[in-house]
C-alpha cells in the first residue's frame, strides 16, 4: 500500500504530466503585429519588416501597392497571462482542466487581417485600405 505522502508525489507528477496542452497553445499563439507601420509617410521597409513579405506586390501607372493578408494575435503579456492561468487551473484540478482549456485556446487564434498600402514614389505609404478582418478559426 502506498503511504500519502508517496501518492501525493505520484499524482502530482502525473498531473504536471498531462498539463500543457492549453498552456502551450496559450504561448504558442500568433504575436502581435504593430499596425502604427501603416502610418502616412512610413517608409515601405518598415512596413515589411513588420508585417512580413506581402501576399503580392502590384505596379500600376507608376505606383506601387502591397498587398498583406496576416494574422493579428496577441501581445507577450496576454500570451504569458492566459498560459499561467491554464497551468495554474491545470494543476489545480490535476491535469483536468485540459480537456476545457485546450478547446478555449484552440477558439482564440487571433484574427485574419487584409490590407492594401498604397506608396508614393519614395515607397513611404501614401493610403492603407482595410480589405478584410475575420476570425481566425
Known amino acids: 500500500m502506498m503511504s500519502d505522502l508517496r501518492k501525493f508525489f ?3 507528477l502525473l498531473s504536471l504530466f498531462l498539463t500543457g496542452c492549453a498552456t502551450e497553445q496559450a504561448l504558442n499563439q500568433p504575436t502581435k503585429k504593430d499596425l502604427s507601420v501603416f502610418t502616412i509617410g512610413t517608409e515601405r521597409e ?8 506581402p501576399a503580392e506586390t502590384i505596379q500600376k501607372d507608376g505606383v506601387k501597392y502591397d ?10 503579456g496576454t500570451r504569458i ?3 499561467t492561468g491554464h497551468l495554474l487551473a491545470e ?5 483536468l ?6 478547446p478555449i485556446e484552440q477558439s482564440y487564434n487571433g484574427k485574419v487581417l487584409g490590407y492594401k498600402v498604397t506608396y508614393d514614389k519614395n515607397d513611404r505609404v501614401l493610403k492603407v485600405e482595410k480589405l478584410i478582418e475575420r476570425d481566425n478559426n
Open 10 to 12: 505520484v499524482i502530482t
Open 46 to 53: 518598415l512596413v515589411l519588416l513588420e508585417l512580413g513579405s
Open 67 to 76: 498587398l498583406f493578408s496576416f494574422v493579428q494575435g496577441y501581445s507577450k
Open 81 to 83: 497571462a492566459r498560459a
Open 91 to 95: 494543476i489545480s484540478t490535476i491535469g
Open 97 to 102: 482542466w485540459g480537456l476545457v482549456g485546450t
